[in-house]
């Protein structure tokens, strides 16, 4: 497995690798998650009334059931930003739009769920033996990003107090 990024940060006086890998094992949205309109697999047919082509892979689609995902977003109540300002139709239909488009984005690679992995490195900058990671993460969160790498090095300095204290 190769990182897709790496780069190197100073904590003190102590170097760590952070290292972003694609998470090929998270899967699909749709799959993980609730909150999402029903998405086919891949078809080879034509779309029908009331769906929205995600992808294309020559003859064969992936298909957002758009009429389907406005049902379930007036069930559920969904609503995407500005919060609490439509009727409720048409909060349901911003959702399922808002959903929409956003897994178009997942099926057509502008983001993925990916792995952050912080290593602590030694004096000569190779990985010491200890690490901490956090994986399923959506690529397209930077500010997240930044939060779960503090995080990550905190755990790293928590092994490293554990385990002089031990």
């Not at 239909?93 to 952050?116: E, K």
Request: charged content about 30%.
């Amino acid at each position: 497995m190769h990182a897709y990024q790496t780069e190197t940060r100073e904590s003190g006086t102590m170097s760590f690798r952070i290292e972003w890998f694609y998470d090929s094992d998270s899967g699909t949205p749709w799959d993980r998650e609730d909150g999402h309109g029903p998405v086919s697999g891949w078809e080879h047919r034509n779309k029908k009334p009331g769906e929205m082509i995600l992808n294309s892979d020559r003859r064969s689609h992936r298909f957002y059931n758009f009429a389907e995902a406005v049902r379930i977003a007036k069930r559920e109540g969904w609503d995407t930003a500005p919060h609490g300002t439509r009727k409720p139709g048409e909060r349901a239909h911003a959702a399922a739009m808002a959903d929409y488009d956003r897994m178009r984005q997942f099926c057509t690679d502008q983001w993925h769920y990916c792995g952050i992995v912080v290593t602590l490195l030694d004096a000569d900058d190779e990985p010491d033996s200890v690490d901490a990671s956090l994986w399923g993460i959506e690529s397209d969160s930077p500010e997240y990003h930044e939060e779960v790498i503090g995080d990550l090095i905190d755990q790293c300095l928590s092994q490293i107090t554990s385990t002089i204290g031990a």
